[in-house]
T-cell receptor
Framework: ELKVEQNPLFLSMQEGKNYTIYCNYS?????LYWYRQDPGKSLESLFV?????AVKQEGRLMASLDTKARLSTLHITAAVHDLSATYFC????????????FGTGTLLAVQP | DTGVSQNPRHKITKRGQNVTFRCDPI?????LYWYRQTLGQGPEFLTY????????KSRLLSDRFSAERPKGSFSTLEIQRTEQGDSAMYLC???????????????FGPGTRLTVT
């Protein structure tokens, strides 16, 4: 059974600092997604990573995928308050339905 | 197309009542998913439709839950005899086939927040 773990679960950081969120998964998959969720809202797609070594960047966020290590990272550069949200990684289970298995999320709070 | 829509956005019901939620996927998407998200957790898969066929159901989907997708367009999720443990956000997502017939990226709707009192 595919399991997805994120760490840290909670991250408080100051504006201007850099940090990385980690996403580990337990079985082989070559599709990983990062989503952002604001309180009481639905999921906003950030990145789709479809192959080993994939790296994508948007603004202050950069995501990478290492399928051999079963690890994805979401790197935050020079954080700003607007990045405060919960971030989820989700892994395609690789079955016929391509359902997503989500991590528990990382609550990011960027302090001024 | 404005994306996946869900109705209602919020539902408060008393324990024991039945509730029904609706999801309208992106019009050209033939794949539709329901997920449930409880407070402080990531979404968990409930069920999957390809066109009108329900092809997978999670063990989370007890016999009080039923989902349909008549004609392969909108979908409904019904919960009978609601319990307090059913309180959650119910999310719908849709996607299309990729060229290799596996699923493309899933697009999520705004969700229906259910509160059972």
């Amino acid at each position: 059974e595919l399991k997805v773990e994120q760490n840290p679960l909670f991250l408080s950081m100051q504006e201007g600092k850099n940090y990385t969120i980690y996403c580990n998964y337990s079985t082989t998959s070559d599709r990983l997604y990062w989503y952002r969720q604001d309180p009481g809202k639905s999921l906003e797609s950030l990145f789709v990573l479809l192959s080993n070594g994939a790296v994508k960047q948007e603004g202050r966020l950069m995501a990478s995928l290492d399928t051999k290590a079963r690890l994805s990272t979401l790197h935050i550069t020079a954080a700003v308050h607007d990045l405060s949200a919960t971030y989820f990684c989700a892994v395609d289970d690789g079955g016929a339905t391509n359902k997503l298995i989500f991590g528990t999320g990382t609550l990011l709070a960027v302090q001024p | 197309d404005t994306g996946v829509s869900q109705n209602p956005r919020h539902k408060i019901t008393k324990r024991g009542q039945n509730v029904t939620f609706r999801c309208d996927p992106i019009s050209e998407h033939n794949r539709l998913y329901w997920y449930r998200q409880t407070l402080g957790q990531g979404p968990e898969f409930l069920t999957y439709f390809q066109n009108e066929a329900q092809l997978e159901k999670s063990r989370l989907l007890s016999d009080r839950f039923s989902a349909e997708r008549p004609k392969g367009s909108f979908s409904t999720l019904e919960i009978q005899r609601t319990e307090q443990g059913d309180s959650a956000m119910y999310l719908c997502a849709s996607s299309s086939h990729r060229s290799d017939f596996t699923g493309s990226e899933q697009y999520f709707g705004p969700g229906t927040r259910l509160t059972v009192t």
